[in-house]
């Protein structure tokens, strides 16, 4: 089956720099990468997503990029806020149609 | 996320107990999905529903049960034989076709009296 690793599990930023959270994916055959924000004791919400066909897409302070080749893909979050802080979950989606998630990145940006 | 909800947000089992965590759509979509969330170990999968009538086993089904009576309803019972059932729980719903996008309820959380 498919497996995803997550990195880093913690980052902490100044607000206003770029914050990276990276993962692997194991399976080739995954097609849809999303990426969700879970803020504390809420649910995960999709914040932005890619498939296969698109190398990178983004939606203003947030961008993913997506290199099937080495099979990894990235959130990108620039002029981080304080209210970006949350958990940041990826996920790799194949042809089973069931998203494996990675373990979750904890972003914390300080004032 | 709106459209799926689940009940109730908190929820204490004593020892040897079965419990029963509610969730229900209104999106008409006809996937369903139980997650467990343990701090540090992201999304787990119990059991997903592809269609009414039918489920599967996720990666830890073991001491739990789910049925698919109803398109717009997944209940997931904690039985007795799951020895740490303390946890988050979170349901989510997707479309089978087109979109992929899963959408998760708020939560329930389960802890052992």
């Known amino acids: 089956g498919e497996n995803v690793e997550q990195h880093p599990s913690t980052l902490s930023v100044q607000e206003g720099d770029s914050a990276v959270i990276k993962c692997t994916y194991s399976?080739?055959?995954?097609?849809?990468f999303p990426w969700y924000k879970q803020e504390l004791g809420k649910r995960p919400q999709l914040i932005i997503d890619i498939r296969s066909n698109v190398g990178e897409k983004k939606d203003q302070r947030i961008a993913v990029t997506l290199n099937k080749t080495a099979k990894h893909f990235s959130l990108h979050i620039t002029e981080t806020q304080p209210e970006d802080s949350a958990v940041y979950f990826c996920a790799a989606r194949g042809g089973s149609y069931i998203p494996t998630f990675g373990r979750g990145t904890s972003l914390i940006v300080h004032p | 996320d709106g459209g799926i909800t689940q009940s109730p947000k908190y929820l204490f089992r004593k020892e040897g107990q079965n419990v029963t965590l509610s969730c229900e759509q209104n999106l008409n979509h006809d996937a369903m999905y139980w997650y467990r969330q343990d701090p540090g170990q992201g999304l787990r999968l119990i059991y997903y529903s592809q269609i009414v009538n039918d489920f599967q086993k996720g990666d830890i089904a073991e001491g739990y049960s789910v049925s698919r009576e109803k398109k717009e309803s997944f209940p997931l019972t904690v039985t007795s034989a799951q020895k740490n059932p303390t946890a988050f729980y979170l349901c989510?719903?997707?479309?089978?076709?087109?979109?992929?996008?899963?959408?998760f309820g708020p939560g329930t959380r389960l802890l052992v009296l």
């Open positions: 399976d080739s055959a995954s097609n849809y």
């Open positions: 989510a719903s997707s479309s089978r076709d087109g979109e992929e996008t899963q959408y």
